[in-house]
């Protein structure tokens, strides 16, 4: 039995209409409660990292990338998204945030997509380390580091770990396109 294929765009997010923004910022929404229930005691932290993702989805800030389902010319479904910007170390170091993929669309390659599509840009624009903040009891810590993230030290809030990932020896996974599975 052969595993049907689902046609999967990540594009930058150029700008967002009002219900994009709202799907997009529901994400975000979803993202931090999820994070939540594994570092409790940042739920104050995280509420201020939301306001400020949704923020710079409003003003239309660069550095956000969107998965959409290519269902035709008529809708493009988003099924997540990820941040990335410039800032830490001489501004040369990639800040990853906010990645979250729809429950429905999980485990099929959307979030290894979303993050190597923003690395590869980051990489392009001469950026030379990437980093993310996660709690050490979230199952994305081993996401991170099959996407070849290690942790780097203890982050300074409790139960955070900071990892990093050098660009100028990293390379995008063998044969990465935009079929992913579908998981049917």
């Not at 940042?42 to 993702?53: R, S």
């Not at 390659?109 to 996660?134: C, D, H, M, S």
């Amino acid at each position: 039995m052969g595993c049907d294929r689902l046609q999967v765009k990540v594009v930058p997010l150029k700008s967002v209409d009002q219900e994009e923004l709202r799907i997009l910022a529901a994400y975000i929404h979803e993202a931090c409660l999820e994070e939540q229930k594994y570092a409790p005691e940042a739920k104050e932290l995280l509420k201020i990292g939301e306001a400020d993702l949704v923020r710079s989805l409003e003003w239309s800030e660069a550095g956000w990338w969107v998965a959409r389902q290519e269902r035709g010319p008529e809708e493009s479904r988003p099924l997540g998204l990820v941040r990335i910007a410039a800032g830490g170390e001489g501004g040369r170091t990639a800040v990853l945030s906010g990645l979250y993929v729809t429950p429905e669309y999980r485990r099929r390659g959307i979030g290894r997509l979303l993050v190597e599509t923003a690395l590869a840009e980051a990489k392009e624009e001469g950026l030379w380390q990437a980093t993310v903040l996660v709690a050490e009891t979230n199952p994305a810590v081993d996401f991170y580091r099959a996407l070849g993230f290690n942790v780097r030290r203890q982050a300074a809030m409790i139960g955070y770990l900071f990892m990093t990932l050098s660009l100028k020896e990293w390379e995008p996974s063998p044969g990465r396109d935009k079929d992913v599975s579908s998981g049917l």
